[in-house]
Nanobody, 123 residues
Framework: QVQLVESGGGLVQPGGSLRLSCAASGFTLDEDAIGWFRQAPGKEREGVSCITSDGSTYYKGSVKGRFTISRDNAKNTVYLQMNDLEPEDTAVYYC?????????????????WGQGTQVTVSS
């Protein structure tokens, strides 16, 4: 069965960094696109970044230049390196699988989801 487990969230000060991990099981990660999404209090879930099966990467405009998505196929794990964190980045972060279709940051295109990991950016 497909499982995604996020880890690496926590409390950091503005300007700090975190590295989120998404450990996948039940499928071969490099055959699909993996996306990172976040949902802040009172807001809708939004796409942050995705990486496709061929290694192409995409980012939400507000995180471009600060966040980097990567994958380790041998470990079946996707990472989101987050630098220069801002209070506006505070949210529950989810990873998800898009098993088909073109690259997308729309949550409607994703089929499986992890449980989420909390990221809080506060002084």
């Amino acid at each position: 069965q497909v499982q995604l487990v996020e880890s690496g969230g926590g409390l950091v000060q503005p300007g700090g960094s975190l590295r989120l991990s998404c450990a996948a099981s039940g499928f071969t990660l490099d055959e699909d696109a993996i996306g990172w999404f976040r949902q802040a209090p009172g807001k809708e879930r939004e796409g942050v970044s995705c990486i496709t099966s061929d290694g192409s990467t995409y980012y939400k405009g507000s995180v471009k230049g600060r966040f980097t998505i990567s994958r380790d196929n041998a470990k079946n794990t996707v990472y989101l390196q987050m630098n220069d964190l801002e209070p506006e980045d505070t949210a529950v972060y989810y990873c998800a699988v898009d098993s088909d279709g073109p690259p997308s940051l729309s949550h409607f295109d994703y089929d499986y989801w992890g449980q989420g990991t909390q990221v809080t950016v506060s002084s």
